[in-house]
T-cell receptor, first 113, second 114 residues
Framework: GESVGLHLPTLSVQEGDNSIINCAYS??????FIWYKQESGKGPQFIID?????DKRQGQRVTVLLNKTVKHLSLQIAATQPGDSAVYFC????????????FGSGTQLTVLP | GAVVSQHPSWVICKSGTSVKIECRSL??????MFWYRQFPKQSLMLMAT?????????EQGVEKDKFLINHASLTLSTLTVTSAHPEDSSFYIC??????????FGPGTRLLVL
């Protein structure tokens, strides 16, 4: 079946370094993608989204890159801070679809002092 | 904008009792809300889709008589765990979306059944 998966379950980075979290998706019909951040004991928090008509979108300290050719999505966090430590999920859907998002398994990001 | 709240944030109950969890969209209307369950260090597992004014759609393996969902208004959906047992202990999260794009999540409700 269709799925969205992450390459790495865990990622450790030094404070101040840049982080890159990857995600592969298999549904070629997906045209809308979201990254969520989930801190321990909390609900997922929207970080940034991107539509398939874009390759790159930037937010505050975060950038999402979309490569439709290889069905790959990445989240880049600049100057990673301790508060960035969390589980990051990618999710995909089709614009206008009534169905819920398809979530990846998540990547645990740990920021080392 | 796009804030979703849940109440309570945590609850402890005795085995056999029922627990109701509320999910509210605070600054937008949501014809559709989603209920998830999450176990430690795992991804979100969709339980059901709550549709305002109609019956909820349950995922395969989720007992509709066990997990009662009511979506009586465009800003409120409730999940009732009936006759709760220790295996129902989990983190329950709801989400809602203003349109048909981004889903916004509530803060979650941690349920512990003794």
């Amino acid at each position: 079946g269709e799925s969205v998966g992450l390459h790495l379950p865990t990622l450790s980075v030094q404070e101040g370094d840049n982080s890159i979290i990857n995600c592969a998706y298999s549904n070629s019909a997906s045209d809308y993608f979201i990254w969520y951040k989930q801190e321990s004991g909390k609900g997922p928090q929207f970080i940034i989204d991107i539509r398939s008509n874009m390759d790159k979108r930037q937010g505050q300290r975060v950038t999402v890159l979309l490569n439709k050719t290889v069905k790959h999505l990445s989240l880049q966090i600049a100057a990673t801070q301790p508060g960035d430590s969390a589980v990051y999920f990618c999710a995909e859907n089709m614009l206008g679809s009534a169905r819920q998002l398809t979530f990846g398994s998540g990547t645990q990001l740990t920021v080392l002092p | 904008g796009a804030v979703v709240s849940q109440h309570p944030s945590w609850v402890i109950c005795k085995s056999g009792t029922s627990v109701k969890i509320e999910c509210r969209s605070l600054d937008f209307q949501a014809t559709t809300m989603f209920w998830y369950r999450q176990f430690p260090k795992q991804s979100l597992m969709l339980m059901a889709t709550s549709n305002e004014g109609s019956k909820a759609t349950y995922e395969q393996g989720v007992e509709k008589d066990k997990f009662l969902i009511n979506h009586a208004s465009l800003t409120l959906s409730t999940l009732t765990v009936t006759s709760a047992h220790p295996e129902d202990s989990s983190f329950y999260i709801c989400s809602a979306r203003p349109g048909r794009e981004t889903q916004y999540f509530g803060p979650g409700t941690r349920l512990l059944v003794l």
